[in-house]
């Protein structure tokens, strides 16, 4: 019997931040589960929570109730076991492009040789050959991405988070971008958590998405993309997937407006 | 070439006051008190042996122990008020304070102490120049992005590293503009501390001069000691663009 492993599992998760005691529950007894190698996107307009929902399974905040499994574990300290990409690339200036791609092996105690030689080859792959000991500030925002998604690669965890990676670029570096990630995810079989407030990007990037309501959240939607892979563009025309962004789209709006 | 256009206007300006100067120290011919820049630059000549192997290197002395002390004592000071909050809020009113004393004022007090020592013109050297030190290193080690230290918390980061790879970077611009600020006082300090007792140094000799009415003797260690900044500032700034690499590249 074939059995896919659960990576993420959120069991009864509440939570509010620490420093307002009496404020109001972002999250109240929220229950979800992602399994091993799905892409899965959260939408939600913003101010949602969808980067608080980030900062809980990074471990950067603790849950005020209820618990977060990883890989079907309990860790109470959960920060070193998943990636995080966030929105803007965050690149060291003051580190060269393999610098900051190594930061997390360097982290870990990994020495200098050994990293340089496995980032050099990853950079080659990544489409920044060449490019190994230029400062960030030379690179287009498309190329600091892509140093920024190998530095999470690098952490070795299995799910990786990112947080609207793609916000920042213009629509044609978008496109490539969504395409080249992918292919990446494919290779590399991670379990990815995307979170995008572009119900396009979220449609052709994933398995399932999750709709993000407003506070509390006791319960995000779950809404299964029925399309194959790998995926064009095109296959966003079909009629099924019209409705279905519709849908989305008057969702969103319904939340903005209210 | 074009570094060196830039600073035509700079150029033609410094010549038109150095003639004026000479025009009018010829026409009132009382070098003791009005030297021109030509009895200047010859005394200099004159005194090139004493002034710089004798004086120079005194002060220069003076300086370097000076600024070394500064630098290890601002940035310590700067690396402990970053990491407790109980000795930033002690320290950081009282070092503010301490540069609302006239340090010239309490200059003759260390010579009480310390007598005619170097340590008594190190002292006042230190004095001015460790507050723009620990000012922009502390202020530096707080510049660093949270964004870009709860990122290295979720890469499993403890605090000693996120201190050594964001913190510390982000102040090394800032360390060395406080720096170059102290540089400059340094030569400042040492100076005023050479006046009030010494027995070699450019400050004492210029002083010197002062008490023999020789206008052009007081002048000429003034400009070894202009010098003297200037090619320590400028050695900083070399310093500072060969460890800050990547700031060329923004």
Redesign the interface.
Known sequence: MLMIKTVLHFDSVSFRYPKQEKGPLIYDSMKFTVREGEFVSILGPSGAGKSTLFRLI???EQPTGGKILLNGEYFSNR??????M?Q?D?L?????IWENAA??L???GSKQADMRISVEELLKEFGLGGHED?????LSGGMRQRVSFLRTIL?GSQVLLLDEPFSALDAITRLSMQEWLLKQWEKRKKTILFITHDVNEALFLSERIFVLTDPPVSRMEDIPVPLDRPRTLKALDIPEIMVLKDRLIDQLRTKATT | MKKWREHTYSFILLVVVLVLWEAIAFNIKMTFILPSPTDILMKLWELKKVLLLEHLPATLCIILIGLGISIILGVGLAISMNSSKIIEKAFYPLIIFSQMIPTIALAPIFILWFGYSIWSKVLVTVLITFFPITINTYDGLRAGSNDLKELLLTMGAKKKDVFLLVNVPSAMPHFFSGLKVAVTLSVIGAAIGEWLGAQAGLGYFSRRMMTQFDGAGVFAPIIVLSAMGIMLFLLVKWVENKTLMWRKSE
């Open positions: 990074t471990g950067l920060l070193g076991h998943v990636g995080y966030p803007q965050l060291m200036p003051w580190r060269t930061l997390p360097q982290i870990k230029r400062y960030p500030a030379e952490t």
